[in-house]
Structures are given as C-alpha cells and as structure tokens.
T-cell receptor, first 113, second 110 residues
C-alpha cells in the first residue's frame, strides 16, 4: 500500500550524464513536488505541479526538468549532471492547495562521480 | 527573504519532556508544519498550526504565535525511537511554497 513511491532508490552516475528519477502517488492527490536535501540536511523545494501545471519553480538550473504524464506521476529529468547535484531527492504529494500536508516518498540518493 | 531557525542539536533523557523551538521570518504565512525525519528516511508529518495556540496529538504538541514568528514542538514521555531530526516548515501566503528550517537533531539517551 505504498502511498508515494520513487525509483530508483540509489543512483550512481558519472558527471555529464543524463538521468531520470520517477515518482508515483496512489493517494489521488492533486499536487506533487520535488525536493532536494543536501549533505547538510537542508530540504529545499524544487518544483511543484498541480493538475499538470507548474505552480512554482524555485531557482534551480534548467538542467532539471519535471515531467508529469498524468496526475499520479511526476518524474524528474536531470541533464549534464554535475558533482553538486549529489543529494537525496524526495518526491511528495498533497491534496489541493489548502491546508493539507505533504506525504513524502522514500527518497532517491543520487551520487555523481 | 525567507529564514527559519532551529537549534542544531538537542539531547534529552528517555521519559523526559523536550521542547524544540522554531523562529521564522517569511514573506507570507499560511501555516507551519513539523516533520520528523529518521536518518536515511523520508520526512513524516507530525503537526500543523495555522492559528495561534496549542495543538495536541498524543505525546506530541505544537504551539504557534504568529505575532512573534515562533513555534515549538513539545515531545512528552520521550522514547528511544524519538531520536530523529525534527523539521520546521512554513508555507507562504501563496500556498504552495514550503520553506524548511535546517532541522533539529534530537538524541534520546537511556
């Protein structure tokens, strides 16, 4: 009964490669998010999607692009990976734009060599 | 600007009570959240405050003062499994921008 799932859990790759992280939620939520948590444990929001429209886009490099094929999925594509992209990436979802909280996926640990 | 402050680390004894403070300065305010994150795991929701006052949920309570830009999370009857990081997060007035604090790493000792 996984609510928010991400694949892969671990991703090790070389600089310059292009990679994708997939996220799926079975909660019927309207909004999905991507967060980056760096080595200092700061959690920063990267993207938010509501009904397949990008709501907010924090100042992340355009090498990062979210893609939402449907309401239940929000995938993260990263082009030309850099060392500084190494972090744990969390997907999350919430219902609507009101007071509801977010449910996080298990995270994907990305290591760029 | 957006700024959220929390103590970096705290230590408490099993069975005791601990209060984790959070102060915030954000461009807008539409709710304050507390999350628990065990090492290597995803954050999980603990509590939500949007009005001033205390919200109680079992052993956990959270307090908010909007005029002071201040919140605290109170953990009672501490258990070893409460050893984790506790993240304070503020949702801004636009509703979808969450700003997280640096987290407080709590160690519960026997």
């Amino acid at each position: 009964d996984t609510a928010v799932s991400q694949t892969p859990k671990y991703l090790v790759t070389q600089m310059g490669n292009d990679k994708s992280i997939k996220c799926e939620q079975n909660l019927g939520h309207d909004t999905m998010y991507w967060y980056k948590q760096d080595s200092k444990k700061f959690l920063k929001i990267m993207f938010s999607y509501n009904n397949k429209e990008l709501i907010i886009n924090e100042t992340v490099p355009n090498r990062f692009s979210p893609k939402s094929p449907d309401k239940a999925h929000l995938n993260l594509h990263i082009n030309s990976l850099e060392l500084g992209d190494s972090a744990v990436y969390f997907c999350a979802s919430s219902q609507g734009l009101a007071i509801d909280t977010q449910y996080f996926g298990p995270g994907t640990r990305l290591t760029v060599l | 600007g957006q700024n959220i402050d929390q103590p970096t680390e705290m230590t408490a004894t099993e069975g005791a009570i601990v209060q984790i403070n959070c102060t915030y300065q954000t461009s807008g305010f539409n709710g304050l959240f507390w999350y628990q994150q065990h090492a290597g795991e995803a954050p999980t929701f603990l509590s939500y405050n949007v009005l001033d006052g205390l919200e109680e949920k079992g052993r956990f309570s959270s307090f908010l003062s909007r005029s002071k830009g201040y919140s605290y999370l109170l953990l009672k009857e501490l258990q070893m499994k409460d050893s984790a990081s506790y993240l304070c997060a503020v949702r801004d007035s636009w509703g979808q921008n969450f700003v997280f604090g640096p987290g407080t790493r709590l160690s519960v000792l026997p």
